[in-house]
Each structure stands twice: as C-alpha cells, then as structure tokens.
C-alpha cells in the first residue's frame, strides 16, 4: 500500500488493448510514470460538479455499495470525510474501497482501490477540515486512502469505429 505521494513517484504501465496494434492483455512501461496517472486522478477527482465522485465499498453480506463523495488530495494524500456512523463508514473499517471519477468531458476516467483508516489527530482533522471546507469533523469522520491500484483510461477515437481505452495502471509494490 502507498500514499498518494509514493503513488505519484512510482513506475506505470501502458496497456495496448484491442485495435492498438498490441492486442489485449499486452503492457509496456509508461514513460512519464505514475506522475501522469497522479495528475489525471487529482484533475478528474476534482472535477465539476463539485468534485463529486464514486466510492464503492462491500457490505458485510457481500453486497457491493456506491455511494458519492468528495475525496481530496491535500499534502500529497488522499482524505475524506465521511458521515459518521454511516454503512460507509462501517465498510470503509473493514473492507477494500474502490473511488471511481465521474466521467470526464475529454473521454477519460481514473479509479484507485486499497484501503482507508480512519484519522483521528485533532491538529490532522483541523488542518483538514480547513482544506476541504464542506466537511462538518462534528459529524463525519476523516479517513485517509491507502492506495494499491490505480488506473487512468483514455477513450480514443470516440464516436468513430476506431474507438478503443488506452489503459494505464499503477500497483503497489509489495
């Protein structure tokens, strides 16, 4: 698991799916790094409207949940707030997240999984409030997001036959 600094400072892959020459399943190293993939995700977890966002999260019985949220990278990590006492909150103490961006006007989306802990430092949850100001740290709860995946799509050619994902991904050295 990593941060989102160690994130940003990792190597990445390039995927060649179907229609790019490289047929599915074929990675190559992406030059720019992980450094890119980090940018696209701050840019598109921030995006309009509101920087609203997808957490997918599991329920105790196995049910997958989605819910919206307003995550953000401050100090080069990834934090929410999140409403205490909330089956988000319960999933998020026990089980992997996913954060999946709304889709993007230039036909691009980023996601990230791993796992989050919960942030309970006075002068952290201050600091933070202050950072994000819709958070209500009288009612919600800070969590960080360790990463272990990411991923950052690019649609190609959309609208046209030619369209196909440019895929790039980032794992977590274990």
């Not at 909150?89 to 791993?114: C, M, N, Q």
């Amino acid at each position: 698991m990593a941060g989102w600094a160690e994130f940003a400072h990792g190597p990445a892959e390039v995927g060649a799916g179907p229609g790019t020459g490289g047929g599915a399943g074929v990675w190559a190293p992406f030059e720019p790094g992980a450094a890119a993939l980090a940018e696209a995700g701050e840019r598109l977890l921030s995006a309009p409207p509101a920087g609203i966002n997808l957490l997918g999260t599991v329920s105790p019985t196995g049910r997958p949940r989605i819910h919206p949220f307003m995550p953000r990278v401050v100090d080069g990590r990834l934090w929410a707030f999140i409403v205490s006492g909330s089956p988000k909150e319960r999933d998020l103490e026990r089980r992997p997240y996913t954060i999946h961006t709304r889709p993007a006007e230039k036909d691009e989306e980023f996601w990230v999984s791993g796992h989050a802990r919960r942030i309970e430092e006075p002068e952290v949850v201050e600091r933070l409030a202050t950072a994000m100001s819709w958070a209500r740290p009288d009612h919600e709860a800070l969590f960080e997001f360790d990463l272990d995946m990411a991923g950052w799509t690019i649609w190609l050619d959309f609208g046209t036959p030619k369209h196909r994902p440019q895929h790039h991904r980032w794992r977590a050295r274990t």
